[in-house]
C-alpha cells in the first residue's frame, strides 16, 4: 500500500494540551474567581482558541466541572485519606487544622479553598459543574462522618451531638476557614479560632 492510498484524518490536528489548560484555569479561577474572568481571558492565557476549547470540554460548564476534578484529585483528596487513617482523633483534627490553613506565601499564590470560592459563585456555574460540587460535598460529610463515628467507636469522641451534626459543624468550620483566608485574614489567627471551634468535640 502506497502512502497517497492513506487517508489524512479529518479535521484540524488536535493541538490542545488539557492539562495545561486545566492548570492554567484552574489557577486563575483560584486567584481572581469564577466571576471575574471569561472564557476568551481563559483562552488568551492558554493561547488557545474558544472552538479549540469547546471541542475538549463541549462549553464553560464543562472546563469548570473538569477543574473541580481536578482541584479534588489534587489538593483535597490527602484530607479524604487523612481520615480514612487509624490515628488518634486529636492528633487527626489537628493535622486536619494544619491542612486547612497551610498557605503559600509566594507572591500570587492562590489562598482558601476553590471549591469554597467556586459555590459562593452559584450564579455563574452551569449543570455539570452545580453536580460535581453537590457530589464532592456529599462525599466530604460522609467521610466526616464515618471518621467521627470510628472515634466514637475508640472513646475518642465525647461531645454530645450526633455524627451527622458533627460532620456537618466540621465541614462549616473548614468553610468557614477557608473563606477567611481567602479575604486575607491571617492564617495563625484562622488556625486559632479553628481550634477553638474544635476544642468541644472531645
Known amino acids: 500500500m502506497s502512502l497517497d492510498s492513506i487517508k489524512a484524518p479529518r479535521g484540524r490536528p488536535k493541538t490542545l494540551n488539557r492539562d495545561h489548560v486545566l492548570e492554567v484555569a484552574m489557577n486563575s479561577y483560584w486567584k481572581e474567581g469564577i466571576g471575574n474572568l ?28 473538569a477543574v473541580i476534578l481536578k482541584y479534588h484529585q489534587e489538593v483535597l483528596s490527602p484530607v479524604q485519606h487523612m481520615l480514612s487513617g487509624d490515628a488518634p482523633f486529636r492528633e487527626t483534627l489537628g493535622n486536619l487544622v494544619s491542612f486547612a490553613t497551610s498557605v503559600d506565601d509566594s507572591e500570587g499564590a492562590p489562598k482558601g479553598c476553590l471549591l469554597i470560592k467556586i459555590c459562593e459563585a452559584q450564579m455563574h456555574l452551569g449543570e455539570a459543574t452545580r453536580a460535581q460540587i453537590d457530589l464532592i460535598q456529599d462525599q466530604a460529610l460522609a467521610a466526616y462522618k464515618q471518621w467521627v463515628e470510628h472515634a466514637k467507636a475508640k472513646g475518642e469522641f465525647s461531645a454530645d451531638m450526633s455524627s451527622e451534626f458533627a460532620a456537618t459543624y466540621i465541614d462549616a468550620q473548614l468553610s468557614n476557614a477557608s473563606s477567611q483566608l481567602a479575604r486575607g485574614v491571617d492564617p495563625e489567627t484562622v488556625r486559632k479560632l479553628l481550634l477553638v471551634a474544635f476544642s468541644m468535640l472531645g
Open 38 to 65: 471569561s472564557l476568551n481571558e481563559i483562552c488568551r492565557r492558554c493561547d488557545i482558541s474558544k472552538p479549540g476549547l469547546y471541542r475538549e470540554f463541549s462549553n464553560e460548564d464543562g472546563l469548570m466541572k
